[in-house]
């Protein structure tokens, strides 16, 4: 997982797992959404082995890796005033129950990860995407609330509700990507039954400091 500061890392966990935090309280979403979030991810081999935790012990949990020397909107006020907001949103999420823990992550670069938990109704979600299932995640009711649309804002075509939705015009995207990226000629036929996340094509870490990858 390779991140960048200032904009988040886009893997399957931050397109097809974040929209959960959308059903936090208003208060717990607004704080969070004030951080400068660099990347989303599953869990953290070093975590687990500090911890001495088997993964099944963070499953159903959300890292977020946070840069505390900014802010969502990349604005230039000293890093000390954006450490001192950082500490007051850890003094505030730390008595939330939707929090978990957290820890320093890097200290030479100083970035922070919080540990959410994924509310027991979306477990059967969490279950599903760690199957690939991404069609199975939620029900039209939860993708509502979710604000998962089918058109952005801006009137463009929303991929990730396309995915979720198994929508059949999108099958084209989806061999056509594969196809690209393998060079190679794949037809899928009308009554295969496919996922059509293709995001699997390149690299989409979910888990930091994966041990056969020492990037994050």
Known sequence: ????????????????????????????????????????????????????????????????????SSDARGSSFPQKFHRSNFRRFLEYIRQQPEYFDDYVFNFDRKFHITILNIPDEFKASYDNFLQSKFSQMYDESQLERLHIREYLDEGQRNAVYAVLKKKADYRAVFQQRVNEAFNSHVVYGEGEDIELDHHFVGERKEIFNQKNNKQV
Do not use: C
């Open 1 to 68: 997982m390779k991140v960048a500061l200032g904009r988040v890392y886009v893997n399957r966990t931050f397109m097809y797992l974040t929209p959960i935090v959308n059903t936090f309280p208003e208060e717990v979403l607004s704080r969070i959404s004030k951080t400068s979030i660099l990347a989303w991810g599953l869990y953290d081999e070093l975590y687990l082995d500090a911890k001495q935790l088997e993964v099944e012990a963070v499953k159903y949990k959300l890292f977020i890796m946070h840069n505390p």
